[in-house]
């Protein structure tokens, strides 16, 4: 058995790490010989990326947009696998009140995670609408992510850059009235969601161990969209801070976001798109060259 670790995007497990924890406890993994590690986001050592270039890491779960910033700055980072088709960000509302366009957001308070690639999308789709940016109000969450149960409360008018998929389907289990608006609904730039990376030279190195590695990955998260209330149940061993039903409500909802069909597979254009977009808003210094960071070689069949 060879141990690997794995860190993951967030400060804590949630729903979109299902498959690695329910893969593992179904024993995919062991059967590649991999003894898997999975840890959390820690803060004070850096973001997944930073701990696969300290050698502290093997996989990483992140963002598209981060890997094309830190290969800009001469890392040598591979996509291997892009594990979500859609965006999880959204425009999150209460249908109390419904705020369901970027034009409606003039002289609204707005809930943003720290993000100043949220904001600048956000000030972007309001000129593209011929709204003032100027006159959206931003109540900034940081570290905790921005809580739509807040709208209701008055302390926010709206929501925008969260994800619907993890505080939006746990708010709607509190209150029937929170709906959001995905960010490809409102066709605004998006990306896939999170990917798999590592260094280039890991992948070079040990190409059959990638191959397992997303063998055992890809069948975690199958079995985990055939078995929500199973896979759930491997997140609460990790997540105990959450309940079985919050997992499985989370899992249920965004499982298609998997596109099992054809998993992992990145979308070219949808990157080339975004990539475009980051370069004319500061975020990259080139639009073009970033394909070469994401591959579908290793992924299985």
Not at 40 to 64: C, I, K, Q, V
Not at 121 to 126: F, G
Request: with cysteine; aromatic share 14%; net charge negative.
């Amino acid at each position: 058995m060879r141990y690997i670790k794995l860190v993951l995007d967030f400060y804590h497990p949630w729903a979109n790490n299902c498959g690695f924890y329910y893969g593992r406890d179904l024993g995919f993994y062991k059967a590649e010989g991999i003894d898997l590690d999975i840890v959390s986001y820690d803060p004070y050592r850096g973001d997944s990326l930073g701990r696969l270039l300290a050698d502290e890491a093997d996989f990483a779960y992140n963002y598209p947009n981060r890997l094309m910033l830190r290969n800009e700055a001469g890392d040598n980072l591979l996509s291997i696998a892009a594990c979500n088709n859609r965006s999880f960000e959204a425009l999150i509302y209460d249908k109390r009140h419904p705020i369901t366009s970027f034009a409606e957001l003039e002289d609204k308070v707005v809930g943003v995670p720290r993000s100043p690639r949220v904001r600048a999308v956000l000030k972007y789709m309001m000129a593209k609408a011929g709204k003032d940016p100027a006159r959206v109000s931003f109540k900034e969450y940081y570290p905790n992510e921005p809580d739509p149960l807040d709208i209701h409360k008055g302390v926010v008018d709206c929501i925008y850059g969260t994800f619907w998929g993890w505080e939006g389907v746990l708010a709607c289990l509190q209150d029937e009235n929170i709906a959001w608006k995905e960010v490809s609904e409102l066709n605004a730039p998006y990306c896939h969601t999170q990917i798999i990376a590592v260094k280039k030279s890991f992948a070079h190195q040990d190409p059959q161990l990638v191959r397992g590695f997303l063998r055992a990955t890809y069948k975690g998260f199958a079995a985990a969209a055939e078995q929500p209330t199973q896979a759930a149940e491997s997140m609460v061993l990790v997540a105990p801070y959450y309940s079985k039903s919050q997992f499985t409500a989370s899992i249920t909802a965004i499982a298609e976001t998997w596109h099992l069909d054809a998993w992992g597979r990145h979308n070219m254009p949808l990157i080339a798109a975004y990539a475009h977009w980051l370069a004319a808003h500061g975020f990259l210094e080139a639009e073009k060259g970033h394909d070469k960071y994401f591959t579908d070689e290793y992924l299985p069949e």
